[in-house]
């Protein structure tokens, strides 16, 4: 109950902190890693290579503003509070939530007459689907 509690009330100050400021900062994500030892199993500590696609990603952009390393990180420390099978679940629901959203806001600013390309917070729609697989896997509809 405790590790719900705090492992929710951190993904809503880490959507915070993106939207607000477009950065992540690396005491939210130490403190989510650290949730990892109130239920800590060693096969949680999988959950971290979740966090390879990000930074494959990061590094193939080469700077160019899409996934930053807060994403990266938020992934690794979600993964290891989740576990491999729910991290993956997580980033699949959150990173689609993403795409949907963008080409939403995409349509609308091409319909509306602006030009250019706008940069979204990743990090709200990957603690969104942190915490839904999160509660999936409690609910073991993820296993």
């Known amino acids: 109950m405790v590790q719900t509690f705090l492992f929710l009330l951190l993904l809503v100050m880490v959507s915070a902190c993106d939207i607000k400021n477009r950065e992540i900062p690396d005491r939210l994500q130490a403190a ?8 800590f199993s060693p096969c949680n500590l999988a959950g971290v290579f ?4 990000y930074l494959l990603v990061a590094l193939a952009g080469n700077g160019t503003g899409g996934i930053g390393g807060g994403d990266i990180k938020l992934a690794a420390a979600m993964g290891i509070v989740l576990g491999l099978p729910s991290s993956v679940a997580a980033s699949i629901m959150g990173l689609s939530a993403f795409i949907v959203y963008g080409l ?38 993820i296993i």
């Open 32 to 39: 989510i890693a650290l949730l990892s030892l109130l239920h």
């Open 50 to 53: 979740v966090a390879l696609p």
């Open 104 to 141: 939403i806001c995409s349509c609308v600013r091409r319909f509306t007459g602006r030009k250019g390309r706008t940069a979204y917070p990743a990090g709200p729609f990957l603690a969104a689907g942190a915490a839904a697989a999160y509660f999936m896997e409690i609910e073991g509809w």
